[in-house]
């Protein structure tokens, strides 16, 4: 099982990017999904969440910005990013705890990371 992270780049004040978790490989279930980001210099940070019914939550610093989805058919979740500001500046990952069986254990995955930058 893997975790693909994508979507990031440069983007100026105002902008907007919409990041992709994709995972791969052997999948019976996906569980909650997690946005984080980790700025230079600073602690990673969750975004956004979305379980595995839809449900979401944000951070106080994007609520109203970002919107997180999910397309359970093709097991992606989306991070739609609006009105980016040079603090939104980080690499963006993606975590989930992902069950290949049924009768397997989820285990914690971690996408590698997508940069975004907001500059102008």
Partial sequence: VQLQASGGGLVQPGGFLRLSCAASGVIFSINAVGWYRQAPGK????????TSGGSTNYADSVKGR?????DNAKNT??????????????VYYCNSQIQSRSFS??????GQGTLVTVSS
């Fill in 43 to 50: 602690q990673r940070e969750l975004v956004a969440t979305i």
């Fill in 66 to 70: 970002f919107t997180i989805s999910r």
């Fill in 77 to 90: 979740v989306y991070l739609q990013m609006n009105n980016l500001q040079p603090e939104d500046t980080a």
């Fill in 105 to 110: 254990k989820a285990l914690n995955y971690w």
